[in-house]
Structure formats: C-alpha cells, structure tokens
Nanobody, 115 residues
Framework: QVQLVESGGGLVQPGGSLRLSCAAS????????MGWYRQAPGKQRELVTT???????TYADSVKGRFAISRDAAKNTVYLQMNSLKPEDTGVYYC?????????WGQGTQVTVSS
C-alpha cells in the first residue's frame, strides 16, 4: 500500500520560509518521479516542482529561485524548501508520486502566507 504523508505547513509572514516534507512508503523511491503541487482557494491544482528518478528538477516560473526540491533516498522523503514566501503562495500543498505508471497523492498540508 502506497502512502505519502506531508508535513511542515503552517502560517508564515511574507518573506519568510517553510520546509515541507513528504514521507513515502510502499514505492521504490529511487524509481519514482516525485513532485509538489498546490491548490489555492477557488483555483485549480497547479504543478510547483518535480524531481525525476534521474535527478532532474523542474519548477514553475512563479517559484523559480525561491523554492527548492530535494530528496533523501535513505529516508524515502522528498522536501520542498520555500523561501521568500509571498501571499500568492498560499494554498494546500500536495505531494505526488508517479511509480510504475500509477500516480499517488498525499493528503495535503496547508501553507498560509499572511501578515
């Protein structure tokens, strides 16, 4: 059974930082594509960043230079370091894994950027 468990969300002031974690179980981590998505109130879910099994990373233009995805294979965990946060970064952040052509989602963690 595949499980993705996100943590690390919360309330932060504009300009602040947060680090999200996604602990994965039930998949071969090194052979999976991992990614972070977010969904703001009233908007569609959008891609934030991905980390392929070859180590390639991609970022949405809106977060380039501020967010960084990383992976700890020993812990089966992927991280999202978010710096210089803006109010428009507010939303529920979801971890996604693509393993053996199937997609799996975590339950999401709320990030609120507000003064």
């Amino acid at each position: 059974q595949v499980q993705l468990v996100e943590s690390g969300g919360g309330l932060v002031q504009p300009g602040g930082s947060l680090r999200l974690s996604c602990a994965a179980s039930g998949i071969i981590f090194s052979r999976s594509v991992m990614g972070w998505y977010r969904q703001a109130p009233g908007k569609q879910r959008e891609l934030v960043t991905t980390f392929t099994n070859s180590g390639t990373t991609t970022y949405a233009d809106s977060v380039k230079g501020r967010f960084a995805i990383s992976r700890d294979a020993a812990k089966n965990t992927v991280y999202l370091q978010m710096n210089s946060l803006k109010p428009e970064d507010t939303g529920v952040y979801y971890c996604k894994a693509i393993a053996d052509i199937r997609a799996y989602w975590g339950q999401g963690t709320q990030v609120t950027v507000s003064s």
